[in-house]
């Protein structure tokens, strides 16, 4: 499989809060290629399917595979793409995935990093990809993919590291592992060249996250970085109080560094830009 997680996404919510950060990013990832317009793409990792939108608008003589692991993203992609006719919804892990057709473009934004093996997944991308020979242009054929980099979130991340060591939580951290791997640029380009990939771009970029109010970072948090601490608790009341209790002590650590340093509310993203072209 290729995410780890044990429990589903809150798609709904996801939705609303992915519109401040992973939309932008995505935005930004799409506008790294002339598009011709009639490209069958590949969106690993679509999520709710806001930037599958943006691609097929970008394609509308083409096609978008859109493919995600979690039944809840995929119910909600249905939902935002059902007006779409050059959108196919696959559920389906990235390592994994077979498409009905060989395709121009894997665009993936926010996703890659929740997969541990990195070269099964472009392993992958390589069989789905068409061959070189299909090109129009030597980059025609290509990845086009952002994730979180080494160096990700680590002040985030130690933080809620430090709660998980207090003793009304250990208990349910005694076999955790980091969900996340969060590849260098070196790493990454070593495994791309191996594989086959020519032209290859691969470099990092810090993204300083700002929220306009704690009210809106502590429902993106909630919702998207904690999640695979807050699923380690169970679904009853219990494990809401914990998960409660769990967020509290996460907002009340940040409140105080932000009154220290007069400083706002954050997170510190470090990205992944992946750009490569599918070798022969």
């Not at 991308?125 to 129009?136: G, H, T, V, Y």
């Not at 470099?203 to 996250?209: A, G, I, K, N, P």
Request: hydrophobic content about 35%; proline content about 2%; glycine content about 4%.
């Amino acid at each position: 499989m290729g995410y780890r997680n044990k429990g589903s996404w809150d798609a709904r919510t996801y939705d609303q809060v992915s519109r401040l950060v992973q939309y932008r990013w995505g935005q930004q990832v799409i506008k790294w290629r002339k598009w011709r317009g009639d490209e069958i793409v590949m969106d690993a990792g679509c999520g709710s399917g806001l930037l599958t939108k943006l691609l097929a608008k970008q394609v509308p003589r083409g096609k978008v595979y859109a493919v995600d692991i979690d039944s809840n993203m995929i119910t909600q992609a249905k939902n935002n793409l059902q007006s779409l006719d050059n959108v196919e919804i696959i559920e389906s892990s990235l390592t994994d995935v077979k498409l009905p057709r060989k395709v121009d473009v894997i665009f993936s934004n926010a996703a890659l990093h929740w997969i541990q093996d990195h070269r099964k997944a472009f392993q992958n991308f390589c069989e789905i990809l068409k061959p070189a020979k299909d090109s129009r242009n030597n980059n025609d054929i290509q990845l086009l993919i952002q994730c979180g980099g080494h160096g990700n979130l680590q002040q985030t991340i130690t933080s809620l590291q430090r709660i998980t060591h207090l003793d009304s939580f250990k208990r349910y951290f005694t076999e955790w592992k980091q969900p996340w791997y969060f590849a260098k640029p070196d790493d990454t380009d070593k495994l791309l060249q191996e594989i086959g990939y020519t032209h290859r771009t691969t470099y990092l970029h810090s993204d300083h996250v700002v929220f306009p109010n704690l009210q809106t970072y502590a429902k993106f948090v909630k919702t998207v970085v904690m999640k695979p601490y807050l699923e380690r608790f169970a679904v009853d009341n219990d494990g809401y109080k914990l998960k409660t209790i769990f967020l509290d002590l996460f907002l009340d650590e940040n409140e105080k560094c932000i009154n220290i340093s007069k400083a706002q509310w954050f997170l510190d993203y470090v990205r992944l830009n992946i750009i490569a072209d599918r070798g022969s």
